[in-house]
């Protein structure tokens, strides 16, 4: 990778934000998605910088920036994947071939069939719901419908003839039964969530679901897609290059995200330990013993397939999100995803620390509301009165 020359003063002025072109594509890829659209960082610097970088990730990128460019920014991106293209590095468009045969689909590819799709949000145990429509032939449509566990992987499936007065009245009494909003969709991002959630299936659950494939050829005769460019990177360029907020976490999909109990209980029970101990008796040294935990948490639970799921679930959470106008908060949402995904460490983003720390806490909360009604049935009345009036005051002090 050659350097960037400092003769334009856009290109030096991200050398000095601290892009280094001497490292690793992986590392210069996340450096430049780390300073896009800070102040003072010009997109035309990042397409020549990415240009510049023999990596399939940097024509992602640029594919990414595509998507939204204009003018004399687009020339500048056009130009930078082209130099990629004489290095053998194609774009996601022109790689669109061979990727059917791998199986990899690339969300933000032009559209050219009748298909759409339907998706639900995301409740809080993880399930939701996928419909995916076919004209026929012979009038009417074909429909898939899928629900989807993120624990359970796919919970069922079925195909069914509908006319397109029947889908539209499905949708209206499922909106209504629910209280959920369905979001129109593109098909092969609703296709990829189902055919992720057949693998994810246990082999002992899958004969319970019926034929997922059988029935999936019925509307899709390319082969299951196995990786997922998502467009939502695309379509929300400017907001995923910016910091994950925390006010995204008072947003509804994440109060009700609820990572496994066993998966944090661990870190919960090392929590109170460190605490509770009688060897360390400085506050502020437990303080840092329990910060410690704190950190080791949120680096393992945000790593390897935990991280990966999570990286996913905000893809999918922003996608919904844009589709149901709310916008700024799907550029949180595809912030965070992108943090995950670039690799950055989680432990320095406030958005990580509060995300893991809420999750930890609900559990701590549901163990010490499980002792105290434990407690509650050994106790005699009168000792049960008692406690009952002393918590009241405590409230009242409050």
Known sequence: MSIIRETNPDDAKLIEAGFDPALAPAGAIAKIRELKGQPGIADGAI???????????????LTEMEAGAAGELRREVR??????????????????????????????????????????????????????????????????????????????AQNTALSRRELKSEREALERRAQVKLVDADWRVADFIACEAWRNTPESRRGHVGNFLTLRAELIASPPPTELLHPVYAELTAEAAGEPSLELLKEPELLEWRIPDATLKPYVEEIARAGESVIVLNPMHKQERVNAVLDRATAELLAGDNGRAVRRRLEDIAYY???AGRRTEAGWAAAAAARLRDGIDVTKLPFFQAFIRTQLGTVAAAEQQKAEDETRLIMTPAEAMRAREAREARTRRR
């Open 79 to 156: 130009r930078a994947l082209y130099k990629l293209k004489q290095h053998g590095i194609d774009t996601p468009a022109s790689a669109a071939g061979t990727a059917d045969a791998a199986g990899t689909i690339h969300g933000n590819a032009p559209e050219k069939s009748e298909k759409t799709a339907m998706l639900s949000p995301i409740d809080s145990e993880g399930a939701r719901i996928v419909w995916i429509v076919k004209p026929r032939v012979q009038g009417g449509v074909i429909r898939m419908w899928a629900l989807i566990s993120e624990r359970e992987g796919l919970v069922g």
């Open 47 to 61: 397409a020549r910088a990415l240009g510049k970088i023999a990596d399939a990730g940097a024509a992602a990128m």
């Open 321 to 323: 999100m844009a589709r």
